[in-house]
């Protein structure tokens, strides 16, 4: 079995994941570049690989809702707040990224009717995100995962999937690339994407 690629980057997040959640959940939404208190930022190294693109698969539907929380009445699974930064090779913040998200519910079964468990939102003044919703279900051939596409402004659009460490599906999943594991457990996790 091929050893996980782990950059510098994620396993520094990883390590400082837990305390930026909190900064982040204390800071709330958008960030006009005031001074605030928060966690010390994890170490980015000049020219960073771009994050890995992936299949968008089968269940993408456009014009999801713009919001930072998936959870709402009905919604089956753990709760779970991923957070982290939109970054470019260079390590700078990117300001105003597009990050939209959607994913299965906790019985593994993702809403083809409307938008539940899909939403987009913005990177604030740091290029910062925060998501609350829950861990996604399994279903046949796939290990769990959140699909994202990540743009920044007047950017291509960067298709990819998210990952849990320690999954017993990660092995048997085709699709799975370890360099897309997030940081963290499933309460709190963390990954920073990297855009051209």
Not at 30 to 35: E, I, K, Y
Not at 47 to 57: L, M, N
Not at 151 to 163: A, D
Not at 183 to 191: D, K, L, S, W
């Amino acid at each position: 079995m091929e050893e996980p690629r782990i950059s510098r980057r994620h396993l520094i997040g990883g390590a400082a994941a837990v305390p930026i959640v909190a900064a982040l959940a204390a800071c709330g939404g958008d960030d006009d570049g005031a001074a605030t208190t928060s966690a010390a930022t994890p170490a980015c190294d000049d020219g960073d690989e771009v994050t890995q693109e992936q299949t968008e698969g089968p269940y993408f539907k456009p014009d999801s809702p713009e919001r930072s929380s998936l959870i709402e009445s009905g919604v089956r699974g753990s709760r779970l707040v991923v957070a982290g930064r939109v970054l470019d090779t260079d390590c700078r913040p990117v300001r105003r990224a597009l990050l939209d998200f959607w994913q299965a519910d906790g019985d593994g079964e993702y809403d083809l009717e409307g938008f539940r468990l899909r939403g987009h939102q913005f990177t604030d003044g740091r290029g910062r995100f925060r998501l609350e919703t829950v861990v996604p279900g399994l279903y046949p051939g796939r290990t769990r995962h959140i699909h994202v596409k990540a743009q920044r402004p007047h950017g291509e659009v960067l298709t990819t999937q998210l990952y849990f460490r320690d999954e017993p599906g990660n092995a048997s999943d085709g699709l799975f690339d370890p360099a897309l594991l997030m940081a963290g457990n499933r309460r709190n996790a963390r990954f920073d994407f990297v855009l051209t």
